[in-house]
């Protein structure tokens, strides 16, 4: 193998590893905009994967005193650790990415919820009438939409995300799921 040879796979070999990071940084559904932060990200990942998958193939070539007669399975090495490294890191960010997403849609159905329950509860003629205070609603409140939030689907939850309310089988759902819960009206 020439140098020559070594020289254009090493800048392939970066070219892919800049063309992955960069990639990685564009489809984070969190990516505020092109920002320092954005452009270090996918510079310092691109010089991980670089580095990480040619670190043990240059060690190893390091023993033949790199003689480029000996550089070709380094070089097919690292190509192949630079796959793997890349298609596990790509696995490992997308489970990362559903885990905050699923967080951040059952956070949002929380809120929903617990703000759809005050307001109907605040509307309500029924709780002066009766005397409830304020603090027996906020924790009935917390119930309901802690027993909903627990409920719901990834369907009911794209279905609110689309139409900005809950639809009809969760709303019914959230009324039976409150029941157990009316017994705080009654503890202080």
């Known amino acids: 193998m020439s140098r020559k040879t070594i020289l254009l796979l090493l800048g392939l070999y970066f070219l892919a590893a800049a063309a992955f990071s ?6 984070n559904p969190f990516l505020s905009g092109l920002n320092a932060a954005a452009v270090s990200k996918a510079v310092g990942g691109a010089l991980l994967l670089f580095g990480g998958a040619g670190l043990l193939p240059i060690a190893g070539w390091a023993l033949y005193r790199f003689r480029s007669r000996y550089a070709m399975w380094p070089m097919l090495s690292w190509a192949f ?10 696995i490992g960010v997308r489970l990362e990415r559903d885990v905050q997403i699923s967080l951040l849609a059952r956070n949002l159905a929380l809120s929903d919820a617990k703000l759809s329950c005050l307001d109907s509860q605040h509307a309500s ?3 002066s009438e009766v005397g409830i205070t304020e603090r027996e609603v906020s924790v009935y409140c917390g119930c309901v939409s802690e027993a909903t939030a627990a409920s719901i689907t990834t369907d009911e939850l794209t279905y609110i995300a689309t139409n900005g309310k809950a639809p009809q089988p969760l709303q019914e759902r959230a009324a ?3 029941q157990p819960c009316r017994r705080l009206f009654g503890a202080k």
Do not use: P
Not at 22 to 27: C, G, N, Q, R, S
Not at 81 to 90: D, K, N, R, S, V
């Open 22 to 27: 960069v990639f990685h940084v564009a489809t």
């Open 125 to 127: 003629k029924f709780k």
């Open 176 to 178: 039976q799921l409150g």
């Open 81 to 90: 650790m630079g796959i793997a490294l890349a298609y596990f890191f790509e």
